[in-house]
């Protein structure tokens, strides 16, 4: 009999976005549940750490308080990036607060989101988001957010950058240029669930492009949603009311694919439960919880798997 050994550990944590309980985009969502809460029911359902949103403190020692009296991790959290208007000079003095808030917590990705000329906010059609057309405008834009990765690193932050709805890097095409446009500085935040609604092929683009993910969040979707979305012609937002997003194992996404290529690569890091759901809908626990034992059912899995050595 071939002697066996257990394949490298998956050397992941797994974390949740608050937006499970309340929505930054759309605060009347959740707005009435508190914080505490949200961490408290994520602490016993499993997760190690939680990504910001609006109801946490902004003062690096008074958001490791709060954290810490749960036993919780600073997995990361979302900047609002203009490097598509301004310049880097005036994006580092921008970002200053926030790198600090991460980098003094721990935090070792920071979740930039473009938002200018973005409509992910707004009630427009998804078709009128912006777009980069000419090669010069995508080697200007990667340029200038490659700098500014390079800012972030010397802070032990690594630029993790959302490919997101209603924003100009948003189609599978997007992503290609964008990571043909920029350094390795800039890393990539794989959203299983963006990328899916943006008409991309997940385990696809995720394959392409897996070694620059630095960051990643696990979201399902609903295809029956999708489809109503794009033929009615809904805003972001109001996709998002409608249901077109939920939990890691409540749709269609092969997250067991998914993750297999993160593992099989090497990804060290955070896999990020996020799903935009109006609570009252979907309960925050119980779907916080679905997605929670999804990921850590195929992780588990992923990490007692073993192999033959000759």
Request: with cysteine.
């Amino acid at each position: 009999m071939n002697p066996t050994t257990r394949a490298a550990k998956f050397d992941v944590r797994i974390g949740i976005n608050p937006i499970s309980w309340s929505n930054d985009d759309l605060p009347s969502l959740g707005g009435e549940i508190p914080l505490e809460t949200a961490l408290s029911e994520g602490k016993a359902i499993g997760y190690e750490g939680f990504e910001l949103g609006n109801k946490f403190p902004r003062e690096p020692k008074a958001l490791a308080q709060v954290l810490g009296a749960h036993r919780l991790s600073l997995v990361s959290g979302w900047y609002s990036g203009r490097l598509a208007r301004r310049s880097v000079e005036e994006e580092i003095a921008a970002v200053e607060p926030h790198l600090r808030l991460l980098a003094q917590n721990g935090a070792t990705a920071m979740v930039y989101g473009e938002v200018a000329d973005a409509i992910q906010g707004e009630p427009k059609p998804l078709y009128q988001r912006p777009r980069l057309f000419r090669d010069e405008q995508w080697r200007e834009y990667g340029e200038k957010l490659t700098i500014f990765g390079r800012h972030l690193l010397q802070s032990g932050v690594r630029l993790a950058y959302h490919h997101h709805m209603g924003a100009y890097v948003e189609a599978p095409a997007d992503v290609d240029k964008l990571m043909q446009s920029t350094g390795d500085e800039v890393g990539l935040l794989f959203d299983s669930g963006h990328m899916t609604f943006a008409g991309g092929d997940a385990v696809s683009m995720l394959e392409k492009h897996v070694r620059r993910v630095c960051h990643v969040h696990c979201k399902d979707v609903r295809p029956d949603v999708i489809r109503l979305a794009r033929n009615r012609n809904w805003s972001f937002l109001q996709s998002v009311l409608n249901g077109a997003f939920t939990v890691p194992g409540d749709g269609v996404v092969d997250f067991p694919a998914l993750l297999g290529i993160l593992h099989a690569n090497g990804y060290k890091g955070w896999l990020v439960v996020e799903a935009e759901q109006d609570p009252v809908v979907a309960p925050s626990y119980a779907y916080a919880q679905k997605g929670y034992r999804h990921l850590r059912e195929i992780v588990d899995a992923l990490d007692g798997e073993q192999r033959s050595v000759t």
